[in-house]
């Protein structure tokens, strides 16, 4: 199990999934002020932008990576059975590529939410979003999956090409 790289690359996804759910995925500045956070489970606002406090908040960006984190455990715990931890990879690579999408549409929804807010108080500047190191990770998790899905058809041709030899 240990052995094979795609079990490496499955283990970082996992690592990774983890450390993006619990880290801070972007930022809104205005005048080098941050004025809102946004995480995988809430969006916070302060100071006039307090107005937008979301109780609801981006929930499904945290249960799209839980699921992602499941997924990917249940693949390293089926690595004798090559087609089915294919499938549960391919599932993951599916669910971090809608967590992408959405990422992107809440983003531009909370932009848009909060340049509504500036230009209602015309003397302020308009808010900045920034990226933060917790968003990349998907985007990496994304690529390690394919290098896991490649790693694991190799390991199932490696065997059906033993079997033909017998």
Known sequence: MIQRIQTLWLALVLIFSFVG??????????????????SNFTFGAEGQFKALDSTSGPWCLGV????????TIMSIM???????????TIISTILLVGYVAA???FAYYY???LEQLVSADAESMAPIFHIRFGAILPVLSIILNCLAIQGIRKDEALVRSLD???
């Open 164 to 166: 033909r030899i017998r």
């Open 111 to 113: 932009q848009l939410n």
């Open 64 to 71: 799209l990576l839980i699921m992602v984190m499941f997924l």
């Open 78 to 88: 089926l690595f004798r059975k090559r087609m089915r931890q294919l499938r549960l």
């Open 21 to 38: 759910l619990i880290s801070t995925i972007g930022e809104w500045t205005v005048a080098e002020t941050v004025v809102s956070h946004f």
């Open 103 to 105: 990422y992107a549409v």
